[in-house]
């Protein structure tokens, strides 16, 4: 148990359905984070949060839709997926941003078809 | 852009035995942190280190950070059946923007 809580564990999804991932973070932290999981790549970092406002968009397509009602929330909407965008989504937060340690969340595993 | 360059993709290590993974950056790094990623499970932090030839231990494992602060290794000795899993590394350069290995796959041979 890590303090950071990913729902759902499993999703999958066909192109044209809707979805939400949810990560709850029981840490304090102010940061929070979503990095998306392919094999044999990198951890791409998808979204950065800080005190509840958004800091980094790296190039993300607008399919991917976040959102931060509060520090301790973050949700990742989802829209018209591509089979390509099957992958692990995990959430992480961070006390602040900076030279902070990034405590990871179970992560969703999403497979879209 | 800032690559961080890991290697090897995969470690088949014998139980008992010893192994290095590696980690390259293109360019001076703040800092480095290392997370371990067990089968099936996430990222969990383990180390960051911060000053140039920084060197430290946790049990086994043995963590350097290079003198011109571009690579770092990560050494475990006597390998054991639970260092399963992926290693990461993550360097955070000097605007603070933290770009992770493609990560050390690592298997143990009983």
């Given at each position: 148990e890590t303090g950071v809580t990913q729902t759902p564990r499993h999703l999958v999804m066909g192109m044209t359905n809707?979805?939400?991932?949810?990560?709850?973070?029981?840490?304090?932290?102010?940061?929070?984070?979503w990095y998306k999981q392919s094999a044999k790549k990198p951890l791409e970092?998808?979204?950065?949060?800080?005190?509840e406002e958004r800091v980094e968009n790296n190039s993300v397509p607008s399919r991917f839709s976040p959102e931060c009602p509060n520090s301790s929330h973050l949700f990742l909407h989802l829209h018209t997926l591509q089979p390509e965008d099957s992958a692990l989504y995990l959430c992480a937060s961070s006390q602040?941003?900076?030279?902070?340690k990034l405590f990871f969340g179970s992560g969703t595993q999403l497979s879209v078809l | 852009g800032?690559?961080?360059m890991q290697i090897p993709q995969y470690q088949h290590v014998q139980e008992g035995e010893d192994f290095t993974t590696?980690?390259?950056?293109?360019?001076?790094?703040?800092?480095?942190?290392?997370?371990?990623?067990?089968?099936?499970g996430h990222p969990v932090f383990l180390?960051?280190?911060?000053?140039?030839?920084?060197?430290?231990?946790?049990?086994?494992?043995?963590?350097?950070?290079?003198?011109?602060?571009?690579n770092?290794?990560?050494?475990?000795?006597?390998t054991q059946t639970t260092d399963v899993g992926t290693y990461f590394c993550a360097g955070r350069n000097s605007w603070?923007?933290?770009?992770?290995?493609?990560?050390?796959?690592?298997?143990?041979?009983?």
């Open positions: 809707k979805k939400s991932l949810k990560c709850e973070q029981h840490l304090g932290h102010n940061a929070m984070y970092l998808m979204f950065v949060y800080s005190l602040d941003l900076g030279d902070e | 800032q690559q961080v590696y980690c390259n950056s293109s360019t001076t790094l703040s800092n480095i942190q290392w997370y371990k990623q067990r089968p099936g180390i960051q280190l911060v000053k140039s030839g920084e060197v430290k231990k946790q049990k086994r494992l043995t963590f350097q950070f290079g003198e011109a602060k571009k770092s290794s990560l050494h475990i000795t006597a603070g923007k933290l770009q992770f290995g493609a990560g050390t796959q690592v298997v143990v041979t009983p």
